[in-house]
């Protein structure tokens, strides 16, 4: 698993706050060895950003298994009492590794495209695995930084 590509849109009409998203991953794949906890966290580093203070992603694999992991399917809801926007947020995931073992490197774009959304526009995260071996990803750590000029 080479590149893990996850894709977000926004497709609420007014999108103001989300102080705070989770998002919930369930390996579809019958087969997959490890990742038994999979952290990702994003905060927003932007001093202008009125939206979005604090982004945080958690995917566990409920598969006893895990090596392949062909389709990841991520589905976020706005969990914040206060937020107003952002309904739903839907990431898909698609390993286009054919050997999908070692991961080296996943990249997570995700685009807001919703005209009343001012901060972030485009938030980018990239993640690194930490371990040797790059099997198992007990845990990964992503950090976002929003690309906004305002």
Known sequence: MERLRLEAVNTSPHLIPMERLRLEAVNTSPHSIPME?????????????????????????????????????????????????????????????????????????????????????????EAVNSSPHSISMEKLRLEAVNSSPH
């Open 37 to 125: 906890q999979l952290e990702l966290e994003a905060d927003n580093s932007s001093p202008h950003l009125i939206s979005m203070e604090r982004l945080i992603l958690e995917a566990v694999n409920l598969s006893p298994h895990s090596i392949p992991m062909e389709q990841l399917g991520l589905e976020a809801d706005n969990s914040s009492p206060h937020l107003i926007p952002m309904e739903r947020l839907r990431l898909e995931a698609v390993n286009t590794s054919l050997h999908s073992i070692p991961m080296e490197q996943l990249r997570l774009e995700a685009v807001i495209t919703s005209p009343h959304s001012k901060p972030m526009e485009q938030l980018r995260l």
